[in-house]
């Protein structure tokens, strides 16, 4: 398997370059003019993926990510949500890496079989960065307006939240 993975990459280049030299086409010209295209979406997305990650930076460093944790406990503890996956429900939205990050530290603290860290788990599984989506994608065609946007991806996360614990609950127990 690991000599069909070392190739697998060239030879889909290779079938790529070939299929569009047989269909006469100019195969490098395109790459150039595509890889110009990309270059432009990147210097249109900056602008809103620095301030997602300025945003995201005075969120944990400020605090506020504690704070909400500790407000939020006592209803967690009635849904049988550990306090250590609080963090980890609130960053995920935001940041991949943060989240990513949060899961680790999950994991490495209180076990990969324990129910905190397999609910941390399913959590990193069933969501995703809604907010670095909308910055990334909707900047990249320019959308200004995405307040609907922001509602429908975070309510969608917030119940991938609730049924990741429901799950979790149900299989695993708590």
């Keep these: ?40 979406i990147c210097v249109r997305i900056l602008p809103y993926v620095l301030g997602m990650m300025v945003a995201i930076a005075l969120f944990r460093s400020s605090g506020a990510l504690d704070s909400l944790s500790l407000i939020l406990r ?5 849904f049988h949500i550990p306090p250590e996956v609080l963090p980890l429900a609130m960053m995920r939205p935001l940041s991949g890496s943060g989240a990513l990050a949060i899961t680790a530290d999950i994991i490495n603290t209180e076990g990969p079989d324990s129910y905190a860290g397999l609910l941390a788990s399913v959590m990193q599984g069933s969501t995703d960065t809604t907010m670095y989506i909308l910055a990334v994608y909707f900047g990249s065609v320019g959308v200004k307006k995405f307040r609907y946007a922001v509602t429908v991806g975070l309510s969608a996360d917030l119940v991938s939240f609730i049924a990741a614990a429901f799950a979790c609950n149900m299989f695993f127990g708590s």
Excluded: D, K, N, W
């Design 74 to 78: 006592p209803v967690c503890a009635f």
């Design 1 to 40: 398997m690991e000599s069909v993975s070392l190739f697998a990459t060239p030879f889909l280049v290779l079938v790529i370059i070939t299929s569009g030299l047989l269909a006469g086409q100019p195969v490098y010209e395109q790459f150039v003019e595509g890889a110009m295209e990309g270059l432009h």
